[in-house]
């Protein structure tokens, strides 16, 4: 497992960003909310993610420079068959956040939900 998570981990965020848009058009949820998600997660801005884009940054080198959300902990449930709770890597962690946020928005759940605004405090 750990060779595929330094290839999950090396993998440019160009490339999962045109995947993750796919998914949400294909499942009819709005592609718009795709860099929201993003943000809230990272702190970055759109003109961030996009140069992140651009410069073909690697998921480790996306998530070196992002300020992850402290509410980011709230993300809880199964992606790719294992439980995000129980991921040990602190890198994993982290993709499997945006991979959950990204599915959730694909799913058309509200905005208000994906953000986790309810339970903030």
């Not at 949400?24 to 961030?48: C, M, P, Q, S």
């Not at 709230?74 to 040990?88: F, H, M, Y």
Request: proline letters at 3%; a positive charge.
């Amino acid at each position: 497992m750990a060779g595929r998570a330094e290839k999950v981990f090396e993998l440019p965020i160009a490339d999962v960003y045109v995947l993750y848009e796919r998914k949400i058009e294909r499942k009819g949820g709005d592609v718009a909310n795709l860099d929201a998600v993003i943000t809230w997660l990272t702190g970055f801005d759109k003109r961030t993610i996009k140069k992140h884009i651009t410069a073909r940054t690697s998921f480790r080198e996306f998530f070196k420079a992002a300020r992850l959300n402290p509410m980011a902990k709230l993300i809880t449930g199964s992606i790719c068959g294992v439980k995000i709770q129980e991921i040990d890597d602190p890198l994993m962690k982290k993709v499997r956040y945006l991979d959950k946020l990204v599915d959730e928005v694909a799913n058309g759940r509200p905005m208000s939900k994906v953000l986790r605004e309810s339970s903030a405090k």
